[in-house]
C-alpha cells in the first residue's frame, strides 16, 4: 500500500476511521465491501475518496455518514464511536452533522426549488434561509421552480443548497457529478470547493473519475475494499481546470 506522509496535525480530525469493515452477507455467503479501513478526515479539509465501481466507496461513506453500520472497527466523530450509537442517535448526527448530496439528486418533485431546501432547514436550529441558500449556488432567480423546470445541473445545485442550508459539519457528495456533462460538472465542483475554501466545510466526495481527484485536498483510493493509497495533493487544481 503507497501511504503519503500527511503534515496535518491529527487533533484537527473530524472523523477517524479505524479499522472498520463492513461484511454483507448473501444468504450462507459473506461479501466483504470494506477491510480493515484506516484514515482521518480534518476538519477543513476537502478529501476525494476514488474507486471503481464495487471498490467500497460508498459503503465507506455510509459508515463516515451514519447510514450504515460497521461490522467491525470504530468510525469516530470527535469522541463519539459511531459503532455504539443508538438509531436514534444515528439520526440526530445524520440530521445535525453531516449533509448529503446524491448523484441522482434526491429532489422532491412536488415541491419548488425553495421549498426542496426549507424541508431541510426545518430539521435543524439556526439553518440558513432557503433563499440565501439558493443565493449561494446561483438559484436564487429559480426557487419558484420546481425540479422538472431546471436542467441536472441546476437540480444538483438546488441538492447543495439544500446540504448547505443545514449548516453542516460535514458534507458527504456520493458521485455528485456522473450524471453531468463537464460544464455543469466543474459548476457543481466549483460550488462544492468555494464553500470548502470560503466557508471551511469539510467535505468527502466519492468518485470513479481519478481527473476530479485532483481539486481534493487529500485522496484515498479504495481498491477491492482497501485502502491502496493516501496522498496529498500539494497544489489542488481549480475546479474550472478539471477535464476529462
Not at 13 to 22: C, D, H, K, T, V
Not at 43 to 66: H, M, Q, Y
Request: proline share 4%; hydrophobic share 45%.
Amino acid at each position: 500500500m503507497a501511504v503519503a506522509s500527511d503534515s496535518r496535525v491529527a487533533s484537527r480530525a473530524l472523523m477517524r476511521i479505524e479499522g472498520a469493515g463492513r461484511v454483507f452477507r448473501m444468504g450462507e455467503v459473506e461479501v466483504p465491501a470494506l477491510v480493515d479501513a484506516d484514515m482521518s478526515i480534518n476538519a477543513g479539509e476537502f478529501v476525494v475518496i476514488l474507486g471503481p465501481s464495487g471498490s467500497g466507496k460508498s459503503t465507506l461513506l455510509n459508515l463516515i455518514g451514519g447510514t450504515d453500520r460497521a461490522t467491525c472497527g470504530h468510525v469516530w466523530h470527535g469522541d463519539s464511536d459511531l459503532a455504539g450509537m443508538s438509531d436514534g442517535e444515528l439520526t440526530e448526527y445524520r440530521r445535525t452533522v453531516v449533509g448529503f448530496v446524491f448523484q441522482f439528486y434526491n429532489l422532491i418533485p412536488t415541491l419548488t426549488a425553495y421549498e426542496n431546501v426549507q424541508v431541510a432547514t426545518e430539521l435543524v436550529a439556526n439553518a440558513l434561509n432557503p433563499t440565501e441558500a439558493l443565493a449561494m449556488v446561483g438559484l436564487g432567480e429559480r426557487a419558484d421552480h420546481f425540479p422538472a423546470q431546471l436542467s441536472g445541473g441546476e437540480q444538483q445545485r438546488v441538492a447543495i443548497a439544500r446540504a448547505l442550508a443545514k449548516r453542516p459539519a460535514l458534507l458527504l457528495a456520493d458521485e455528485p457529478t456522473g450524471a453531468l456533462d463537464l460544464p455543469m460538472a466543474r459548476n457543481v465542483l466549483a460550488i462544492l470547493q468555494r464553500s470548502n475554501r470560503e466557508q471551511g466545510l469539510t467535505i468527502v466526495l466519492i468518485t470513479h473519475n481519478p481527473a476530479i481527484a485532483g481539486i481534493a485536498d487529500r485522496v484515498i483510493r479504495l481498491v477491492s475494499g482497501r485502502v491502496a493509497e493516501k496522498r496529498v495533493n500539494e497544489k489542488p487544481l481549480a475546479a474550472a481546470d478539471v477535464a476529462w
